[in-house]
């Protein structure tokens, strides 16, 4: 079983649309909880890091931990063309340097 | 703004050549990381560095190596490069220093390696 489950996609939605991109884990020790997204032939870039339960809103972005049923989320409030790309869950224990990466979701946003 | 570079963006080489990826950040960062990218596999991590001179292996450290002479530079070799060494390589580097909780990695625009 992988650390970190996401689904591959793609997600196409028509813009203005909300949209929601999940993962889920395995490891209960994990307590940091980052998105990344990924235009094509780029880098990831961070875009939401949280610690622990709860949420996090940024603009339109806003993420979400559940540790009880180890289930993350991003919501994506009036999705624009701009957004479409990859985005990647990461995850982390405390005092540890390495990241646990989801496969990514790739989500088109159709003017 | 952190700056992460990668010495290519595309790069095509043949089965048993040696290969070297280069990986430069400009921000004093402690830890750099290798990572590869492949369709539904997600990132790999193949070795991270978390000092000079210093390397840990990943995940998938097989046919690689990696070697930090100095701060800011980290390079991965391949070796001898294989067909399934064909991937995206991406570098990153983090400000944590060994012991502290986790920080951003921030990461570079990513290498196309193409093994024939």
């Known amino acids: 079983q992988k650390e970190v489950e996401q689904d591959p996609g793609p997600l196409s939605v028509p813009e203005g649309a909300i949209v929601s991109l999940n993962c889920t884990y395995s490891n209960s020790a994990f307590q940091y909880f980052m998105w990344y997204r990924q235009y094509s032939r780029k880098g990831p870039e961070l875009l939401m890091y949280?610690?622990?339960?709860g949420n996090k809103e940024d603009g339109r972005f806003t993420a979400q931990v559940d540790k009880s049923s180890k289930y993350i989320s991003l919501f994506i409030r009036d999705s624009q063309p701009s957004d479409s790309a990859t985005y990647l869950c990461?995850?982390?224990?405390?005092?540890?340097?390495?990241?646990?990466f989801g496969s990514g979701t790739k989500l088109n946003v159709k003017p | 703004d952190v700056k992460v570079t990668q010495s290519s963006r595309y790069l095509v080489k043949r089965t048993g050549e040696k290969v070297f990826l280069e990986c430069v950040q400009d921000m004093d960062h402690e830890n750099m990381f290798w990572y590869r990218q492949d369709p539904g596999l997600g990132l790999r991590l193949i070795y991270f560095?978390?000092?000079?001179?210093?390397?840990e292996k990943g995940d998938i450290p097989e046919g690689y190596s990696v070697s930090r002479e100095k701060k800011e530079r980290f390079s991965l070799i391949l070796e001898s490069a294989s067909t399934n060494q064909t991937s995206m390589y991406l570098c990153?580097?983090?400000?944590?220093?060994?012991?502290?909780?986790?920080?951003?990695?921030?990461f570079g625009p990513g290498t196309r390696l193409t093994v024939l």
């Open positions: 949280t610690y622990s339960s």
């Open positions: 990461a995850m982390s224990a405390v005092n540890f340097n390495k990241f646990y």
């Open positions: 990153a580097s983090s400000l944590l220093a060994s012991g502290r909780a986790s920080d951003e990695q921030f």
């Open positions: 560095s978390y000092d000079v001179k210093m390397k």
